[in-house]
């Protein structure tokens, strides 16, 4: 079992959409949390953090939910420009810190 | 604005050259990565360091290395490049701490012929 899953996609939404990606995670003593994004053949980058209490910014709300291990992203009313890979990443403590990429979800929004 | 820096953000070059694949941050960020990336696939590690003089594999093998002499310079090396090298690299720095967010740089973009 990977560390991080998220679901497979792609998924194809029109302009205007509300879009769920959900990811679960197995290391219950995972401490951060995170959504980065990936636009095609660009380098990740910071989305949001994922907190406890849920969090918001703009069109984009993110859930932690650590009983069930799992983290979600909601993008409403999606705009063509959200066409891209998110990536949900956890951070484990582990001696060190250990970050671990899921997969990607890849998102194609259409007009 | 991520401050670090990838060059040669392409590079094409024949089998059994040697590369070294260059990463700078200004950031003075501790912990610095190396990632893997082939188009549309999945990000994988492929080497690490928490700061100068640590360097440590990730959980993809790869057959280049790394050296951290300097903070804010992190170089990856093919001693032998092969077709089966052909990938985009990414580098990465954070800070060592759990919010560890990660900042990447714009990729090398490397074709082995």
């Known amino acids: 079992r990977k560390e991080v899953e998220q679901d497979p996609g792609p998924f194809n939404v029109p302009e205007g959409a509300t879009v769920a990606f959900n990811c679960t995670y197995s290391?219950?003593?995972?401490?951060?949390f995170f959504w980065y994004r990936q636009d095609c053949r660009k380098e990740p980058k910071l989305l949001m953090s994922?907190?406890?209490s849920g969090n918001e910014d703009g069109r984009f709300t993110a859930q932690l939910n650590r009983a069930s291990q799992y983290i979600s992203l909601l993008i409403r009313d999606s705009k063509l420009s959200d066409s891209a890979t998110y990536l949900c990443?956890?951070?484990?403590?582990?001696?060190?810190?250990?970050?671990?990429f899921g997969a990607g979800t890849r998102l194609f929004v259409k007009a | 604005e991520a401050d670090i820096y990838q060059t040669p953000r392409y590079l094409v070059i024949g089998t059994g050259k040697k590369i070294t694949l260059e990463c700078s941050q200004t950031?003075?960020?501790?912990?610095m990565y190396w990632y893997q990336q082939d188009p549309g696939m999945e990000l994988h590690l492929i080497h690490y360091?928490?700061?100068?003089?640590?360097?440590e594999k990730g959980d993809l093998s790869s057959e280049s290395t790394v050296s951290r002499i300097r903070t804010e310079h992190f170089p990856l090396t093919l001693e032998s490049a092969r077709p089966s090298h052909t990938s985009q690299y990414l580098c990465?720095?954070?800070?060592?701490?759990?919010?560890?967010?990660?900042?990447f740089g714009p990729g090398t973009r490397l074709t082995v012929l």
């Open positions: 990465a720095s954070s800070v060592h701490k759990a919010d560890d967010t990660q900042y």
């Open positions: 290391n219950s003593a995972s401490q951060s």
């Open positions: 994922v907190y406890s």
């Open positions: 990443v956890v951070t484990e403590r582990t001696g060190g810190f250990k970050t671990i």
């Open positions: 950031m003075g960020h501790d912990k």
């Open positions: 360091s928490y700061g100068v003089n640590s360097t």
